[in-house]
Nanobody, 124 residues
Framework: HVQLVESGGGSVQAGGSLRLSCVAS????????WGWFRQAPGKGSEGVAA???????TYADSVKGRFTISRDNTKSNMYLQLSNLSPEDTAMYYC???????????????????RGQGTQVTVS
């Protein structure tokens, strides 16, 4: 079982930035597909970004050029840098892993086996 803990969410004004972090209960995170998805109140989950086993990244069109996914293999940490935020980015953000039999691309909550408890991002 993999445990994930997100942090770094908060309230910012439009145009602002945040850096979300995810700590994994694994000795190594480099050989997995990792992703971030978000869910706004009353809406379905939306895949935001993914990073695969060799470090290749993919993004949803809605965040491309504004968000950056990365990881630090030495610390078992994954990150999501959010820039130029807009109110439409307001949501609970989750980090996730455990993609089986599927490509490593941004997916919603059902794309992954494991996810954290989420961190709230509010943009006004």
């Amino acid at each position: 079982h993999v445990q994930l803990v997100e942090s770094g969410g908060g309230s910012v004004q439009a145009g602002g930035s945040l850096r979300l972090s995810c700590v994994a209960s694994l000795s190594t995170i480099s050989r997995r597909c990792w992703g971030w998805f978000r869910q706004a109140p009353g809406k379905g989950s939306e895949g935001v970004a993914a990073i695969d086993e060799v470090g290749a990244t993919t993004y949803a069109d809605s965040v491309k050029g504004r968000f950056t996914i990365s990881r630090d293999n030495t610390k078992s940490n994954m990150y999501l840098q959010l820039s130029n935020l807009s109110p439409e980015d307001t949501a609970m953000y989750y980090c996730a892993t455990g993609v089986v039999g599927r490509p490593c691309i941004p997916g919603g909550s059902t794309w992954y086996t494991y996810r954290g408890q989420g961190t709230q991002v509010t943009v006004s």
